[in-house]
């Protein structure tokens, strides 16, 4: 299993809402990637963990809280967002911090009302 | 701070011809990673090439090789034999070095098209 599966692949919330992005990976991989792309744009790294733990927040607002439960699976709560924050969330993994080949899901469209 | 370029924004290609997709960087530091990614309409990032700074030859992957000249700090992406499935984004992306581990850092990205 080479995958790395995102959940849900759309999502349309209010400003008001609570909702959370799901990423999964079953390949022992260590260290856990959130990007966040707009349009016709690269992707820019928001999070990384590292066996589990939190190793890079890049200056993230608040309104997103990630969370890694265990290796294999990596959370991202939204609270709050703004219009602005519609963009694709990537997910990726790698065997370990430093290892650079990423291997990314396939996102999750987010819409914010 | 390592900096990406890619200065093209759209290219097209004729299918089966090859294409070639710039890209420059920038960086103080001697050991260096860059790779290619493709990104389709679906949005998955494919990890396409990896060359690493001490890499004496250019790599290779089937139909896509990288033309590494480091004094020109240049890493085109070659794909031969174009194909329709190729039309996608491209992204070139460096590893930066930071305090405590390491992180990519993409250029704008090409989007390419291929026509039959």
């Known amino acids: 299993d080479t995958e790395v599966t995102q959940t849900p692949k759309h999502l349309v919330m209010g400003m008001t809402n609570k909702k959370s992005l799901k990423c999964e990976q079953h390949m022992g991989h260590r260290a856990m990637y959130w990007y966040k792309q707009k349009a016709k744009k690269p992707p820019e790294l928001m999070f990384v963990y590292s066996y589990e733990k939190l190793s890079i927040n890049e200056s993230v607002p608040s309104r997103f809280s990630p969370e890694c439960p265990n290796s294999s699976l990596l959370n991202l709560h939204l609270h709050a967002l703004q219009p602005e924050d519609s963009a694709l969330y990537l997910c990726a993994s790698s065997p370990a911090w430093g290892g650079e080949k990423l291997f990314f899901g396939s996102g999750t469209q987010l819409s914010v009302l | ?116």
Do not use: H
């Open chain 2, 1 to 116: 701070a390592q900096k990406i370029t890619q200065t093209q924004p759209g290219m097209f290609v004729q299918e089966k011809e090859a294409v070639t997709l710039d890209c420059t960087y920038d960086t103080s530091d001697p050991s260096y990673g860059l790779f290619w990614y493709k990104q389709p309409s679906s949005g998955e990032m494919i990890f396409l090439i990896y060359q690493g700074s001490y890499d004496q030859q250019n790599a290779t992957e089937g139909r896509y090789s990288l033309n590494f000249q480091k004094a020109r700090k240049s890493a085109n992406l070659v794909i031969s034999a174009s194909q329709l499935g190729d039309s996608a984004m491209y992204f070139c992306a460096m590893r930066e070095v930071m305090e405590y581990g390491n992180k990519l850092v993409f250029g704008a990205g090409t989007i390419l098209r291929v026509k039959s």
